[in-house]
């Protein structure tokens, strides 16, 4: 059986970072995901979906994400069931991260060597979490606005 789910989209809101009675970190926040296709309106509409990450994942995204920043998600879904205060069962689907990949800069207008790209996760989301910045001019994939010159000798087929 498999249960993976891939997102890319914004926060609709600030994260929220708390701590489980014996400590451990947990961070809720929501993605707005924008659909394929358009409305008769000719709007394009957006899933709003929740989003909790655990431990060094919640306290890295607690402290780099903000409303409106791009994310990749990488987990997999959940779907608790609880009754409301009216006796009536509640079903409530939410993403458990295990990766969150930061997917621009947190200023689009800063010169700064965080281009984007960090990527928070691993251990199914239980790691302290890693990261990497880098900076534009390392990167051989970069589009400076200028032609590539390739050879046939260059190419592998």
């Known amino acids: 059986m498999l249960n ?44 709003f979906i929740d989003i909790v990450a655990w431990r060094g994942l919640a306290e890295t995204c607690a402290n780099y994400l903000r409303k409106g920043r791009l994310v ?45 790209g960090g990527g928070f996760g691993g251990n199914n989301g239980y790691g302290s979490g890693s990261s990497y910045s880098r900076n534009p001019v390392d990167d051989p994939f970069a589009d400076d606005g200028k032609p590539i010159d390739i050879s046939d000798d260059d190419l592998p087929f």
């Open 72 to 116: 990749g998600v990488d987990g997999r879904l959940q779907i608790n069931v609880f009754e409301n205060n009216e006796g009536r069962k509640i079903r409530h689907a939410e993403v458990v991260a295990e990766n969150v990949q930061f997917l621009e800069p947190k200023n689009r207008n800063e010169s700064s060597n965080d281009f984007g």
């Open 4 to 47: 993976r789910v891939i997102l890319v989209g914004r926060l609709t809101r600030d994260p929220e970072l708390r701590y489980t009675p014996s400590g451990v970190a947990v961070t809720r926040f929501s993605i707005a995901v924008n659909r394929n296709y358009t409305n008769q309106q000719g709007e394009r509409e957006a899933d």
